[in-house]
């Protein structure tokens, strides 16, 4: 049994309810975003659009909560450590089972996470972030349907050098948000390092450092916020669903 | 002007009906395929399960023929040198303009070709195929809903430090099949090189190349064939849409 199957099944069991964060290193972990089949057409071209924030690795078929592609023999609604559960687009309770909410017509996506590529980082010389941030933008996301709304991006601290080093490596992950969106001023996309959405706020930046940010996972999130599906069910942020890809395949599958 | 756009515009005037192989370098030149809003969902589905041979570039908006992520501006009726109309999975008559065609509910999905590659190819000091052969395969695309069936290929010949080079470099353009699928040995993925769809049928591999194979945009042509759907228009084989976007950019959009 794999690392990553091993971490699944606890999971399952309700003996794995933390943060996905840095563990299972080598595996890729995903994002998930569970939607009515109504609403999966205009959600899955939204991902075609803005394949930085929102990477497919997996679309489960309606009603079936297995992720063939990526994760033989797993279940969507237990195999992940927290869920998310928004009604109206506003976030009620969390839940570490979600079989009661899975529907017939249950659309599960699965979207590659840039915890995926911290690990690769390290191998490569840049060590782990001790932090990494989440925060908003002013950067538009391309519509479709209903969804549309501004990207989210994840900020670690890095070295100029180390920064060269990110960019050419995570470049080889497209199906973990690729390169960097942006590198130094905040500002110039718009974020807020005294708001960030998920981390402690940043009153300075440190000497010697630069902000290096990537897409986010989180957009679809954000987006259902302002789009406010009936019933949407993401991972609890942090805690992403750990799949058999290797982090270092180049396609999948 | 550019050099995109004014193809298009001679392709929309009727004055350019012949193949874009090898034409316009340095713009990214994609696939079309249209079908039903009704078989839209599972063809996206489709293409997120098979980004090898289905990568996206763009989806339209159900009855908007306008590409406006590729080529704003651009008719997806009128700006290809030659269209194949299919029905019931049959081939039937071709056609230079599909305005009487296209429908309230038509979708235009546009998938990265392999011609993209070719000019960075040459750039890198592997000269260009006198021939691209288009050849079916025993691979099996991953299915979803009613499309299903073998991967197509094309092939392309090379010395061995060519194909070295190519592997590297088309590595980089993930939207346009990216790395080869497969070198050497032909039979291996149930190639039968005297039987090709398009190209010269071939005896014998000349001594001193390798055939190298990129997963084919025309696989959901073939795909059309065993599924038969009522209507579905695809551009004709080798006359390709020429999008807006630069072949050197690595992320699109």
Chains 1, 2 share one sequence.
Request: hydrophobic share 40%; proline share 10%; net charge negative.
């Amino acid at each position: 049994m794999t690392e990553a199957q091993k971490a699944r099944l606890a999971m399952r069991a309700g003996e794995w309810r933390g943060p996905t964060l840095f563990q299972v290193p080598g595996y890729v972990q995903a994002n998930l975003v569970v939607l009515p089949k109504t609403d999966a057409y205009d959600f899955l071209v939204y991902c075609q659009r803005n394949p930085r924030p929102c990477p497919l690795i997996d679309v489960t078929d309606p009603g079936d909560p297995e992720p063939r592609l990526s994760a033989p023999g797993a279940d969507l609604r237990t195999d992940l450590p927290r869920y998310a559960v928004y009604r109206n687009g506003v976030r009620c309770e969390d839940a570490h089972d979600i079989r009661d909410l899975w529907q017939d017509d249950s659309v599960g996506f699965l979207l590659g996470s840039s915890m995926t590529f911290d690990d690769a980082l390290e191998r490569a010389g840049v060590p782990k972030s001790k932090e990494v941030w989440v925060l908003d933008t002013h950067l538009q996301t391309v519509p479709s349907g209903k969804f549309r709304g501004p990207m989210v991006v994840t900020m670690r601290w890095m070295t100029p050098a180390q920064a060269v080093i990110a960019c050419q490596l995570t470049g080889r992950f497209p199906f973990n948000h690729g390169a960097p969106i942006h590198l130094g001023d905040p500002a110039a996309i718009g974020v807020d390092l005294r708001r960030p959405l998920y981390g402690e706020p940043v009153q300075e930046i440190p000497e010697g450092v630069t902000p290096v940010f990537w897409a986010c996972g989180v957009t679809p999130q954000r987006i259902a916020l302002l789009t406010r599906p009936d019933l949407m069910i993401t991972h609890a942020p942090g805690h992403a669903f750990v799949t058999d890809i290797k982090a270092d395949q180049f396609c999948i599958p």
